[in-house]
């Protein structure tokens, strides 16, 4: 995976503190672009120098008589005005791998994607060159190997060798939120009821203090018959009471059984005050705050503990959808004693994790992979069988072993025959093997 080119010792000399990171909420249809500098906590970029106006359109526009690119609300304009060739679907063409016409002309999607990118990143100009950010990290709805793939060509088309590149999913932004605010905000559990979609999403955090490291949790529920009023034409009174009661419905059950200390309400989707009844239900022995940057924000927080580890998140694991849940390791022999040699480490997001190691067979042409839940089930012994080695003495054959995941249940590992020394020269024979977990 593109993230596994993270430096080992990136971080030494630093504190989190005195990282430059930029924190993305990309979608297909608009990013929010947060940044943190040395000694400062994450702040918005508005695309209106006069009010918060954070969401930009997640779209280009290709001037008709020149060949000049706009994006975001300029591209929008363009394109009402006739003056420009509008192109949506950044995002999901890159995802795709589809090309995207423009006017009799085709790109490529990854390369838009790419510029679209580097035009918002511009937009740090005032405040910090793109070239000096230490890290980017793009929180997204849902991480697979299509999104890590497209997003990570289109980072490297940016041209910043410095920064380096991380994926996220939302619930892990909220995480990184959460705990970095004051921790009587997140003393009991915390409820995100996030609108910027087609419908209501609803992101509960809670921390079970019990366990060392605290171990986190984001439970997620979506709510389709909770949706956006319409925007063609201005919703009538009583469309709006519908929607109030339908979300007060949504949150009450949510909430049910459970002792939350903040809410926070995020999206367009809460334009217009239409949820009065609901707020005065919400706001009972609860501070409720309403915005729309949480994600970016806590992509920030996200970089600095990526490059720098410890610091606001020691103490705490979260346990997300995207985490590896099972440690896996090779049992081995070292001087005669049973050893445990880890590979993978449970806890870590299935597209960050890999390792790389050598060991020499003790059998002719097989090791065992040890693979131990975190769940409480079974450990398992999984016997990986390396087909046509050569017969050589019980270690005299030294194997290269690389493991890592394809995705959040399958450990891809990799070996080759490094022989031994001139008394038994390297085949250099390869094998790969995908093992479910």
């Not at 990184?176 to 915390?190: K, T």
């Not at 979300?247 to 009065?276: H, K």
């Not at 994790?353 to 012994?381: M, N, Q, Y």
């Amino acid at each position: 995976m593109f993230l596994d080119y993270r430096e080992k010792h990136r971080g030494e000399g630093k504190k989190g503190e005195d990282v430059a990171a930029a924190g993305l909420d990309l979608t297909d249809g608009g990013v929010l672009l947060s940044y943190c500098l040395p000694g400062r906590q994450p702040e918005t970029v508005s695309c209106r120098a006069d009010e918060e106006q954070y969401r930009i359109p997640a779209v280009l526009a290709r001037c008709a008589e020149r060949d000049v690119w706009l994006f975001g609300e300029k591209a929008l304009e363009a394109s009402e005005n006739g003056e420009a060739l509008l192109v949506s679907g950044l995002l999901e063409h890159a995802v795709r791998r589809q090309d995207i016409e423009v006017g009799e002309e085709r790109f490529e999607a990854v390369g838009l994607l790419s510029l679209f990118l580097k035009r918002v990143l511009s937009l740090l100009a005032p405040s910090v060159r793109a070239e000096r950010l230490d890290a980017i990290v793009f929180s997204v709805e849902q991480v697979t190997p299509q999104i890590l793939e497209a997003l990570g060509e289109a980072a490297k088309l940016l041209g910043l060798p410095k920064a380096q590149i991380y994926v996220i999913g939302r619930a892990e932004s909220f995480f990184y939120y959460n705990i970095s605010q004051p921790e009587e905000l997140w003393r009991r559990d915390v409820l995100l009821c996030d609108f910027t979609g087609s419908h209501l999403r609803t992101l509960i955090f809670m921390a079970n203090r019990k366990t060392t490291p605290v171990a986190c949790f984001v439970e997620e529920k979506d709510w389709p018959e909770v949706r956006p009023l319409s925007r063609e034409k201005e919703s009538e009174e009583n469309e709006k009471i519908f929607l109030d009661r339908r979300f007060q419905a949504a949150v009450g059950e949510v909430l049910e059984g459970r002792s939350v200390s903040c809410v926070y309400l995020i999206g367009d989707g809460f334009d217009g005050e239409w949820y009065q009844g609901s707020l005065q239900f919400l706001c009972q022995d609860r501070r409720v705050f309403l915005g729309s940057n949480l994600y970016s924000k806590g992509a920030c927080y996200a970089a600095r503990q990526r490059l720098v580890p410890g610091g606001i998140s020691d103490g705490y694991a979260f346990l997300g959808k995207d985490m590896l849940k099972a440690n896996v390791g090779i049992p081995v022999t070292v001087q005669g004693q049973d050893r445990y040699l880890a590979l993978l480490d449970a806890g870590v997001n299935w597209y960050e994790v890999s390792a790389e190691t050598e060991f020499l067979l003790e059998d002719e042409e097989s090791f065992s992979l040890r693979i131990t839940p975190l769940d409480g089930k079974s450990v398992r012994e999984v016997l990986v069988t390396l087909s046509g080695i050569p017969k050589r003495p019980a270690r005299t054959t030294r194997i290269r072993l690389k493991a890592d995941m394809t995705d959040v249940s399958t450990v891809r590992i990799s070996m080759e025959d490094l022989g031994f020394g001139e008394f038994f020269p390297a085949t250099h024979k390869f094998w790969e093997e995908n093992i479910e977990l």
